[in-house]
């Protein structure tokens, strides 16, 4: 069992920066671990994803809704993934997950909540002036 520690998130003024945090059991980090975001009244939106292995190396993929915004990074020793949110807008207010899939498959391929295995218990970004 996959267990996703959630941090970070509250209250951001627009433009400014917030960083979330996803910490994994075990050796769950190896998986793709991935954030999504829910609004009121709005469907489960994927943001990024990020995985390493052995052959490729770490890979990221970012909605074009925040590519260039937001960034993801990873720390191996504390079984941690980062999402870094930078010029934040009012539209960004939301409930953020993070999410594993165990499967392995590309992170293009899996971009709906129902692609993943695990999802930690979300938490509320706020972004006002």
């Known amino acids: 069992q996959v267990q996703l520690i959630q941090s970070g998130g509250g209250l951001a003024s627009p433009g400014g920066t917030l960083t979330l945090s996803c910490a994994a059991s075990d050796t769950a980090i190896i998986y793709t671990t991935a954030w999504f975001r829910q609004a009121p009244g709005k469907e489960r939106e994927f943001l990024a994803g990020?995985?390493?292995?052995?052959?490729?190396?770490?890979?990221?993929f970012y909605a074009d809704s925040v590519k260039g915004r937001f960034t993801l990074s990873r720390d191996d020793a504390k079984n941690t993934i980062y999402l870094q949110m930078n010029s934040l807008k009012p539209e960004d207010t939301a409930v953020y997950y993070c999410?594993?899939?165990?499967?392995?498959?590309?992170?293009?391929?899996?971009?709906?909540?129902?692609?993943?295995?695990?999802w930690g218990p979300g938490t509320q970004v706020t972004v006002s002036s």
């Open positions: 999410a594993t899939e165990v499967g392995g498959r590309p992170i293009q391929a899996i971009t709906t909540h129902g692609d993943y295995d695990y």
């Open positions: 990020i995985r390493a292995d052995r052959w490729s190396g770490v890979t990221t």
